[in-house]
């Protein structure tokens, strides 16, 4: 499980304007929730939480909130960004409770090198990046790895065939892709050659008209 510490401190304004004002002293409002607490007002200072972020995986990764001395453990829910900017304009915080699972997102990492790409050329394609599951908040894995050794071409890998750890639970479509290996294109192509009509342009057969003659023999 990742972990990172962050300092925050509480704000008592809330609004537009005072978000405005809060961003442009250096800080970033935010706010945390969860279950059994009400939800509270925050500002970041702007560098730490850009640095931060910038060596994490925000969407699984358990942040220790430092709050008056406090400690709150918590998982970033959402970032909101500037639509032309990369300025961060506010955070939402959730914080954990024992024993109480959260869902969230974690990167597939392929392993191996499929028999189908190192023996015949195939091409692999990874058709999924991140696998959402459901898990406690103290055994949250920092990825998902999946074996493709013994792909070959025109096999493909889904969700159920993802070993988890215990206590991870798959959530969505057991299904899914998650990857392909394909023929190489030089191979599809040869393929496509071989099916072609000979001789350039296929000939065209149409009915005679009834105002059609025979040709005289």
Same mark, same amino acid.
């Given at each position: 499980?990742?972990?990172?510490?962050?300092?925050?401190?509480?704000?008592?304004?809330?609004?537009?304007?005072?978000?405005?004002?809060?961003?442009?002293?250096?800080?970033?409002p935010a706010i945390i929730y969860?279950?059994?607490?009400?939800?509270?007002? $925050?500002?970041?200072?702007? /560098?730490? =939480? *850009?640095?931060?972020?910038?060596?994490?995986?925000?969407? #699984?990764? &358990?942040?220790?909130?430092?709050?008056?001395?406090?400690?709150?453990?918590?998982?970033?829910?959402?970032?909101?960004?500037?639509?032309?900017?990369?300025?961060?304009?506010?955070?939402?915080?959730?914080?954990?409770?024992?024993?109480?699972?959260?869902?969230?997102?974690?990167?597939?990492?392929?392993?191996?090198?499929?028999?189908?790409?190192?023996?015949?050329?195939?091409? $692999?394609?990874?058709?999924? /990046?991140? =696998? *959402?599951?459901?898990?406690?908040?103290?055994?949250?894995? #920092?990825? &998902?790895?999946?074996?493709?050794?013994?792909?070959?071409?025109?096999s493909s890998l889904h969700v159920?065939?993802?070993?988890?750890?215990?206590?991870?639970?798959?959530?969505?479509?057991?299904?899914?892709?998650?990857?392909?290996?394909?023929?190489?294109?030089?191979?599809?192509?040869?393929?496509?050659?071989?099916?072609?009509?000979?001789?350039?342009?296929?000939?065209?057969?149409?009915?005679?008209?009834?105002?059609?003659? *025979?040709?005289?023999?």
């Amino acid at each position: 499980m990742a972990s990172a510490n962050l300092s925050v401190t509480t704000r008592d304004s809330s609004g537009k304007g005072s978000s405005r004002s809060l961003r442009k002293s250096g800080r970033v409002p935010a706010i945390i929730y969860g279950h059994g607490r009400e939800a509270q007002a $925050l500002s970041i200072n702007t /560098r730490d =939480l *850009e640095k931060l972020l910038e060596h994490i995986s925000a969407e #699984n990764t &358990v942040i220790d909130l430092d709050l008056d001395g406090k400690t709150s453990r918590t998982l970033i829910r959402e970032i909101q960004r500037h639509p032309f900017k990369r300025q961060i304009l506010h955070v939402d915080f959730q914080e954990l409770v024992a024993g109480e699972k959260v869902i969230v997102r974690l990167p597939v990492i392929l392993m191996g090198v499929p028999d189908g790409v190192r023996m015949d050329g195939g091409i $692999l394609d990874q058709t999924m /990046r991140e =696998l *959402e599951v459901e898990v406690d908040p103290a055994n949250i894995p #920092n990825h &998902v790895e999946v074996d493709v050794t013994k792909m070959v071409i025109g096999s493909s890998l889904h969700v159920s065939d993802i070993k988890l750890p215990e206590g991870v639970r798959i959530v969505g479509d057991d299904e899914a892709s998650v990857a392909v290996v394909s023929a190489p294109r030089a191979a599809v192509e040869a393929v496509a050659a071989e099916d072609a009509p000979a001789g350039g342009e296929p000939e065209v057969i149409r009915a005679k008209k009834p105002d059609e003659e *025979e040709p005289a023999k």
